[in-house]
């Protein structure tokens, strides 16, 4: 039950129209006994629906959270709060038939604003996510295929009885990637249909990470890789969603370090090990990709350059240009002991340039797919300068623009599916 509550779809589900006629239920049980006030009630929800608005407006205005924020983010918080006013207006002088639904309507109400930002931003699609837990179960790993299994994926049959949709769930328990060095929540895996049949293919493998704050919440993946496969004879890579943050408000900024732990060697080092050992997955560097988004992406493109040896392509989607990028004072400090030169040094752009110039051909073979809004102006410049790096540095790249897309929402689910599409036949698919 509790991973039922945790898992509840927030943005495409039935979640937010319910909450929403619950709030318009409540408004007729405020409104209906005399005496109604209506001149108090107007004033609430005026108040409410500009305060609502004009902190959309000045949150976007100012960058506050680090993207620009939807109109449509307005629109909710405004809806939502004007009922909250409503209700809060008709709490004075209004008697029990009144005050009891009117403070309902006040929660209610916040709720359905939230709710309603959340849909519009629409990345995170559960509680577990808001929170930074997981919402999905331990799984059961397959065993693994016996030798000599096909990993020439075009010559591949699916049986008849292979599932019609894969399967997610939390690495967890015996299932566990080791960390240590780095206190890193569970990982979350993605098994396509063609993972689940008896004596599967060897796959791809895709490991990603999602943005701050965030968790390794495997939705958005999970339904891009899922709809590939239901296109592709059930084949797409196995993805590993991890955490390269141990918090949603910690930021680790991609480094090992005396302050957050050992993040680069957990995913350089422990998670390609532990998929090889217990995954059915291609031991090939060109079958092995890196990914995030947002500061997900920033880690993915900084340890696509420093590790050619273990990934051979990058699916970078609306990444930072550089760890640390939005609080480098801060960064530097905490990360690199105060060394700002060590901090430049290590930008994604600057180590693609050393790595190319200290062993000339080094990224030949390797794929790397930026994405971006295109009315990002704060990520999108330096995705495309990360490109330019890459391409400089001999990587074959490719940038796929969301068109009408900031930072958010399409910038997300647009940069996955077009993205992973490019990616795809560098990954042997």
């Known amino acids: 039950m509790i991973y039922g509550i945790l898992g509840l779809e927030l943005i495409d589900g039935p979640v937010v129209p319910v909450v929403g006629l619950v709030a318009l239920a ?10 109604r006030h209506p001149l108090r009630l107007a004033v609430g929800a005026v108040a409410g629906a500009a305060v609502g608005a004009g902190a959309a407006i000045v949150f976007d205005a100012t960058r506050t959270f680090g993207i620009g924020i939807p109109q449509q983010a307005g629109v909710w918080a405004g ?24 403070a309902l309507l006040v929660v209610v109400s916040v709720l359905l604003g939230a709710l309603g930002v959340n849909r519009a931003i629409d ?51 015996d299932a ?48 891009t890789l899922d709809a590939y496969a239901a296109q592709h004879r059930g084949l797409a890579p196995i993805a590993i969603v991890a955490d390269q943050l141990t918090g949603p408000t910690v930021d680790p900024a991609c480094h090992d370090s005396e302050r957050f732990g050992a993040v680069s060697s957990y995913f ?45 392509g990058l699916l970078d989607v609306s990444g930072n240009e550089f760890p640390g990028s939005e609080t480098v004072a801060a960064t530097t400090a905490a990360v690199f002991g105060g060394d700002s030169a060590a901090f430049e040094a290590a930008k994604p752009a600057a180590v693609m340039a050393a790595q190319a110039a200290a062993h000339p ?32 540095a001999g990587f074959t790249v490719q940038v796929v623009t969301i068109p009408g897309a900031g930072h958010v929402g399409a910038a997300l689910d647009q940069g996955l599916v077009q993205g992973f599409a490019v990616l795809a036949p560098a990954m042997g698919l």
């Not at 409540?26 to 005496?35: A, D, K, N, S, T």
């Not at 809806?79 to 009117?102: C, E, H, K, M």
């Not at 059961?140 to 299994?149: C, K, N, R």
């Open 26 to 35: 409540l408004l007729v049980l405020v409104v209906l006994p005399r005496p």
């Open 79 to 102: 809806v939502g709060l004007a009922l909250a006013g409503a209700g809060v207006a008709a709490l004075w002088g209004g008697g029990r038939r009144r005050t009891v639904p009117a």
């Open 123 to 173: 990345v995170t699609h559960n509680l577990a996510a808001i929170i930074g837990v997981q919402a999905v179960p331990p799984i059961a790993l397959p065993a693994l295929t016996t030798a000599g299994a096909a990993s020439d994926l075009s010559s591949w049959t699916p049986p008849a009885d292979m599932p019609a949709h894969g399967e997610v769930g939390a690495l967890s328990d």
């Open 176 to 223: 566990r990637i080791p960390s240590p060095g780095f206190e890193a929540r569970d990982a979350s895996i993605y098994l396509p249909p063609a993972a689940l049949v008896k004596d599967p293919p060897k796959l791809p493998l895709l490991v990603f990470m999602m943005g701050q704050p965030g968790s390794p919440e495997p939705t958005q993946i999970a339904r």
């Open 268 to 312: 350089n080092v422990e998670i390609p090990a532990f998929a090889k050992a217990r995954l059915n997955v291609i031991d090939a560097v060109s079958a092995r990709a890196i990914g995030g988004y947002s500061n997900g992406g920033s880690c993915a493109v900084l340890w696509a350059a420093q590790h050619p040896d273990v990934w051979g």
């Open 361 to 392: 051909g080094l990224f030949d073979g390797h794929t790397a797919v930026f994405t971006l809004g295109s009315d990002d102006d704060l990520y999108g410049p330096g995705q495309n300068r990360n490109a330019d790096a890459a391409r400089a």
